[in-house]
């Protein structure tokens, strides 16, 4: 559905299927063009839970970056809004663009206490293996 590194350019909407989102296991870096693709799933997720968005990420990433792959596991229906829409309700609504921009903050907020609390998890599974 939408591959890590790729430009984006929307925020999308599960509304029926299961997807995956992964991330690269290995940091690209400038000094070091890897060619290692492999990816970590960090999610599965199930419209039968939930309603899920993904991609709002790059809406707020100065280089329109994607910053994870997402795969149908199953058929999927999903919604799309571009972000020249978004800002287009922002400019034109501004309490609709107020409550908008606040539900995309919670689920970018939400995503950030996830990703601290992985990273939290592996740095003291690597401190425990490096003292023994």
Do not use: W
Not at 23 to 34: G, R, V
Not at 116 to 127: E, P, Q
């Amino acid at each position: 559905i939408i591959k890590e590194g790729n430009s984006g350019n929307s925020i999308l909407f599960l509304f029926e299927g299961e997807i995956s989102i992964s991330q690269a296991l290995t940091l690209k870096t400038i000094k070091h063009e890897l060619s290692d693709n492999r990816q970590k799933e960090l999610i599965r997720i199930s419209s039968e839970n939930s309603y899920f968005t993904f991609g709002e990420i790059s809406l707020f990433n100065p280089d329109k970056k994607r910053s994870a792959t997402v795969k149908a596991l199953s058929k999927c229906k999903i919604g799309k809004l571009p972000f020249k829409d978004i800002f287009n309700i922002c400019n034109s609504n501004h309490d609709v663009g107020y409550i908008l921009m606040k539900n995309i903050s919670k689920i970018i907020t939400k995503q950030l206490i996830n990703s601290n609390h992985n990273v939290l998890k592996l740095t003291t599974a690597f401190s425990l293996i490096v003292d023994d």
